[in-house]
């Protein structure tokens, strides 16, 4: 039973605890066999665990057929692997979940990363920057999470002929990608189009919408303000004004306020997750929170918050941290050369007040004391 508890916490998410069962003598293994028993039957479940995915037939293109499949996530790694990961920002949880995901796995899987962040999505050269020398400084391989969907392409070009590349969460153009982890970001936009729509059919009294697609030029955020005006089409929903801005709470709140003072009438206020949390606060100080309601196009630990106290109406989320998890997890099925699936992806689920409690937080969510790793071990 020793032998098979070792074994089982070398291949699998517990490397550490095969050394601690070697340190235990004879008398201490009498002593403590349930502890034995659970190890091997946690190990045991994390073998087995599968993951409900979404993957296209045309990998990163998501106007192609979709179908869901039950991933089976990759054994430990044959070696401590290196990865470069590099984000757009770390200025909202939304990327902070993500990170959380992928220390859960580069844990599970015994491989090392270093993480770079550009600190917003103006700041394309900085991230061009940041992989060139992360990648340079010895990675086997780089996970990005672009600011750009095409300003990046002539560096991957040139990282793409050492190493592979992955693409996480934003989207990017098909240049030197080896592999993707994401949702279809026209889909999150539409899905909150859809929830208006719902809201206000066609024949119903029209009402006006304050949109806040995000940074313009950034990945995702062309895609989203696609999404959102197929949601709305055959409703008696309005867009009215629209304000875009980089994802900084600061930036956005200044938005809301430009918004407010322009639009003093509008229904809702619709858009990015900073956006969403900075006009939660704005409303109250105006006493409009009952007058305009707001919902976001994705989900954080703010967002969450506020569609349990009522103060956000409705947030599509794609499960963060699962797509952290992924990504980690396509690498290294790259590097150790086994069968990867190339583009894959949480289901979108779209969360309210009738529903939060039947969605599975820990795809999603970062605990609440978890703080960014930046290196990793």
């Not at 990282?159 to 592979?164: D, H, R, T, V, Y």
């Not at 989207?171 to 189009?193: C, L, Q, Y």
């Not at 949390?277 to 006493?287: D, F, G, Q, V, W």
């Not at 956000?312 to 499960?319: C, M, Q, T």
């Amino acid at each position: 039973m020793l032998h098979l508890a070792v074994e089982n916490c070398k291949r699998t998410m517990f490397p550490c605890c095969a050394l601690w069962l070697y340190s235990l003598n004879r008398s201490d293994f009498i002593r403590l066999p349930v502890t034995l028993l659970l190890i091997i039957l946690v190990v045991g479940s994390a073998q087995a665990e599968t993951w409900r995915l979404q993957t296209w037939s045309v990998p990163f293109d998501y106007s192609s057929n979709s179908r869901f499949i039950n991933y089976k996530p990759t054994k430990a790694a044959s070696r401590v692997w290196h990865l470069c990961i590099a984000y757009p920002h770390l200025k909202d949880a939304y990327w902070l979940n993500v990170n959380y995901g992928m220390v859960q796995e580069a844990r599970r899987l015994g491989v090392s990363f270093t993480l770079v962040e550009a600190g917003g999505y103006l700041n394309v050269e900085r991230q061009r920057q940041q992989i060139e020398q992360c990648t340079a400084e010895g990675a086997d391989a780089l996970i990005v999470g672009p600011v750009s969907f095409r300003g990046l392409n002539e560096a991957i070009i040139e990282i793409a002929k050492i190493m592979p590349v992955l693409a996480t969460v934003n989207d990017i153009e098909n240049i030197g990608i080896t592999a993707k982890s994401g949702v279809s970001w026209i889909t999150m936009g539409r899905k909150a189009g859809e929830y208006l729509a719902t809201r206000h059919p066609a024949d119903s009294d029209p009402v006006t919408v304050a949109w806040f697609p995000g940074p313009l030029g950034a990945g995702w955020v062309e895609f989203i303000e696609v999404g959102f005006k197929l949601g709305l089409v055959g409703s008696a929903v309005k867009i009215v004004v629209t304000k875009w801005g980089d994802t900084g709470k600061e930036i956005q709140r200044t938005l809301v306020q430009e918004v407010l003072e322009s639009h003093p009438d509008v229904d809702y206020i619709v858009g990015n997750a900073l956006m969403a949390e900075a006009a939660i606060s704005t409303l109250l100080n105006r006493k409009l929170e009952d007058k305009i309601k707001v919902v976001s196009t994705y989900f954080t630990p703010a967002v969450y918050r506020g569609i349990r106290r009522g103060r956000i109406l409705a947030a599509p989320d794609d499960s963060p941290v699962m797509q952290g998890r992924i990504s980690i997890n396509q690498a290294v099925r790259i590097l150790e050369n086994r069968s990867f699936v190339r583009h894959v992806g949480p289901q979108i689920h779209m969360v309210d007040e009738d529903n939060w409690q039947d969605i599975n937080m820990s795809n999603s969510l970062a605990p609440p004391s978890f703080l960014p790793a930046f290196v990793w071990p």
